[in-house]
């Protein structure tokens, strides 16, 4: 009568505990709950759940019952799934033990850990497929587990496996629906928020609470080699903060254009180990943004937080989400930050145009009347003291006049509009040559006109580069080439100079950024090829439609 007294007891137990554990929706309380549980039934000292990863071979979670947490935290990182508990998740059956340690594919316990012998392991199944294991040791008593224990503990665990599932269907649900929420309020973001810099800093804020990241920054090109962190979440140090585009991860996912994941920083060649070591990075996420086929920034994640830093497929997919919104906004941005550059160079062109026209056709002529109008007085004062001032100032007249026609040129040359780029840019180094240095021109173009922004962009990049050359390079010789480009046309501008490391100057200082932007306005590109006391390549190449 007793033992059935104990025996009903046990049962109303278990009913008891497959009620929590089935009432339970947060997944971490009911492992715990369920771990309780199952030492509560069997009268174990020591209990433990381990939940299986999604490779199958694996330990991705490991809840305790009846370690202290001091003891936990001297005992170390939780077991992954070797020795005994390895055996289980590949069998998945039951497995009672009356001493663990005499077992011999078992590999011992690591220096902290309390002894333990006598043994019951019960793995969570449904539908055929485990979730993970249920660890009793140390029976009360000393006592061996018995069958009733394993029966007890498998019904609770074919319990806890609904129950698991069901959690598990509750969590996705509720993260699907912050996700979608999350995407929501980005996509009000792009429709309504004209600032880029406080867009992209919601984006990388709502990606890092959804994949539980410790950091997530936003890296967009700047200049030619160089990588700009333009919003970052969880380490602020980075805002703003450049790195080198060839010699870093987030470069070379930019250039490939594909996505990727590494579960270990410091093993990967390609990472920029000088961000990592600061952000003390273990792990990390790469998703480039596309825009119109073309990468224009890269989300850069790293670490997941918890006891296991790496992340998930669906930590990856969620992230390439979120790049797809950012890339809209990147794209928005750079298209209206286009159309303002090109408002302004063309308002800066007809602005040349016109002073250049004033200057020749007023100022020119004001000069040029006064020479005409010397030359009568000239005749007069024949050997008189004054004619040697007003030779003097007829000197100054000269100067001045070839100074505003020299301006006037250089303004707007009028033999741009009215013949074209090659005649323009053959005037324009003959110009150059003057200044002791020797220019070769040639051109491969022949006599047909370019677009007239095509022809104003490529002579502003020359008469950018000329002007360089001549402050900066110290060169002896100068070669300027037009060239046809497959479905474009090039303008190449080599000199013998002094060179420059491409490293160490600024766009701004020698003019590069205005180039750069003019050619974008007609989807150009330009590169530039250059080294300490090796000279300079400037290489504008248009296409044409």
Known sequence: ?????????????????????????????????????????????????????????????????????????????????????????????????????????????????????????????LRGVAYGNVYLTEKHGGEDFTDEDEELVTLLAGQAAVAIENARLYEASTRWSRQLQSLNEVGNALATETDL?????????????????????????????????????????????????????????????????IDSVIDDPEVHQEVSRRLAARTGMWVPLIGREEAIGVLEIHDKQGADARFTHDDFRLAEAFATRAAVAVELSQRVARDAVRRVVQAQELERSRLARELHD???????????????????????????????????????????????????????????????????????????????????????????????????????????IVKHANATHISVSLARRQSGVAAVIEDDGAGFDQRTVREGAVGLLGMRERLALIDGRLEIESRPGAGTTVVAEVPLS
């Open 1 to 125: 009568m007793d033992a059935l007294s104990v025996t009903e007891g046990r049962l109303r137990a278990l009913f008891a505990a497959g009620l929590a554990v089935t009432s339970e929706l947060s997944l971490d309380a009911l492992l715990k709950r369920l771990t309780e549980a199952a030492a509560e039934l069997t009268g174990a000292r020591y209990a433990a759940l381990g939940v299986i990863a999604a490779s199958g071979s694996e330990l991705e979670q490991f809840v305790t019952h009846g370690i202290a947490d001091d003891l936990r935290a001297e005992i170390g990182e939780l077991p992954r799934g070797r020795g005994i508990l390895g055996v289980l998740i590949r069998e998945a059956k039951p497995l009672r033990l009356r001493d663990i340690t005499e077992d011999p594919r078992s590999v011992g316990f690591p220096p902290g850990h309390p002894p333990m012998r006598s043994f019951l392991g019960v793995p969570i199944l």
């Open 197 to 261: 810099e406080k867009l992209l800093d919601l984006i990388v804020r709502r990606l890092r609470e959804l994949v539980g990241a410790r950091v997530v920054a936003l890296a967009l090109p700047s200049g030619a080699d160089e990588l700009r962190f333009a919003a970052v979440a969880g380490a602020d140090e980075l805002l703003g903060r450049r790195i080198s585009r060839s010699e870093s991860k987030s470069g070379a996912v930019l250039e490939r254009r594909r996505s990727e994941r």
């Open 362 to 468: 007023e100022t020119g002529q004001a000069l040029t009347s006064i020479l005409l109008g010397l030359k009568p007085l000239d005749e007069a004062l024949a050997g008189h003291p004054a004619r040697e001032a007003l030779a003097e100032l007829r000197e100054h007249v000269v100067r001045a006049l070839q100074d505003v026609r020299r301006l006037a040129v250089e303004l707007r040359p009028a033999v741009l509009d009215d013949y074209g780029l090659v005649p323009a840019l053959e005037r324009l180094v003959d110009a150059f040559a003057e200044q002791d240095v020797r220019v070769d021109f040639h051109s491969a173009l022949g006599e047909a006109r370019l677009p007239s922004e095509v022809e104003t962009a490529l002579y502003r990049v020359v008469q950018e580069s000329l002007t360089n």
